[in-house]
Every structure is written in C-alpha cells, then in structure tokens.
C-alpha cells in the first residue's frame, strides 16, 4: 500500500528539490526513496522509474517557468518585456539548476506527451514578447531559438559558477538584453 500523503505529485516534486540540491545527473530513485523516507520499490507505485521521473521533472519545470516568464511579461512590450522575460527565465533556472537541468536532452513520445505540451507551453511567453518586435511569421522559429539559446546559455553558465571573472553578471546580463533587443529591432541580415 503507498505510503499516506505519498502520491505521483509529491514524488516528482521531492525529486525535482532534490535534483536542484545535489545536481540532475546525481538523482536516483535511490536517493529519492532516501529522502522521502521509503524503500526504493515503494516509489514504483508513483512513477515508473528513472526515465518517467526524469520527464515528470522535465515537465514540471517547464511549466514552472512558463508560468513564472508570464507573470513577469504581463503588461509589458518591446524591451521591457524581453528583459523581463529572460530575467524570469535567469532567475528560474539559477534558483532550480538541477530541475531546470532536466529539461535538456529528453525527447517528446509524441503530440499529447506531457513534455511536449510542457514545452510548447515554455514557448508562449516568448512568442508574446516577438510580438512587440517586427519578427517575420516565417522567422518566428528562428527568432524562438536566438532567445532561448542565448538567453538560455547566460542562465546555465551562471547556475554552473561560470562567471568567475571580474565584472557583475547583472551588468552583463543587462548588455545582453540590450544587445538581443537591437537584433531583433534590426531583423534578420539580407543575404
């Protein structure tokens, strides 16, 4: 019988704490079932391993910072919702590296797949904010992952302690928006 007050959502929530605590690639249902005061087998009554647990992370942390990137854009246009988007997303993935962690490299089983619904999901508030631009509909895409890679590497190298060097992240951050600001209000270069 599962333990009381254990269900899928606590599981998948205790993991992704945990995740963020010792790092994604040290997460086990090992040291999961450790955690939540249970034997190992215990947790298979809410997930089905480690990959299922790995994605209901993955999924959980999408939708974690979709919700938070479109609370931080509502009433905002232009720059200032680029900013605020992609300091949301900053703050997210700096405050939750090891869930946010789960989010790269697990491919979607297909539409309906809740990772796939996750991500597409992470992706509106970033098209909201393209719509303050004068992004082609064709370039949507494209301008999709200038803004997710960039905005996504930043995030990752200063969770990881990749910022060592003299100079304040926040300064850097703010040349970054200023600079991917000014590239969307160029548009693409004509070959």
């Not at 990959?51 to 209901?56: G, I, S, T, V």
């Not at 009433?75 to 680029?82: Q, S």
């Not at 098209?127 to 992952?145: E, F, Q």
């Not at 590497?153 to 000014?182: K, N, Y």
């Amino acid at each position: 019988m599962p333990r009381a007050g254990l269900g899928t959502a606590a599981v998948v929530a205790a993991g992704a704490d945990l995740a963020d605590e010792i790092g994604f690639a040290g997460l086990t249902m090992g040291r999961l079932a450790e955690r939540l005061g249970v034997r190992t087998p215990s947790l298979y009554k809410h997930v089905a391993g480690q990959d299922e647990l790995n994605r209901r992370i993955a999924a959980l942390a999408l939708d974690q910072a979709a919700d938070a990137i479109g609370a931080a854009i509502q009433g905002r246009a232009g720059r200032d919702a680029l900013r605020a988007a992609a300091r949301a997303l900053r703050d997210f993935v700096v405050a939750h590296p090891g869930r946010y962690a789960a989010t790269i490299g697990l491919e979607p089983t297909g539409p309906e797949d809740p990772l796939a619904l996750a991500a597409a999901r992470g992706l509106e508030p970033f098209t909201a904010v393209l719509r303050g631009y004068d992004v082609a509909p064709g370039d949507t895409t494209h301008a999709l992952r200038a803004l997710r890679s960039t905005f996504h590497g930043f995030a990752t190298i200063e969770a990881g302690g990749g910022f060592q060097w003299a100079g304040d992240p926040d300064e850097s951050f703010e040349w970054l928006v200023d600079l991917v600001d000014l590239g969307l209000r160029a548009g693409p270069a004509v070959p």
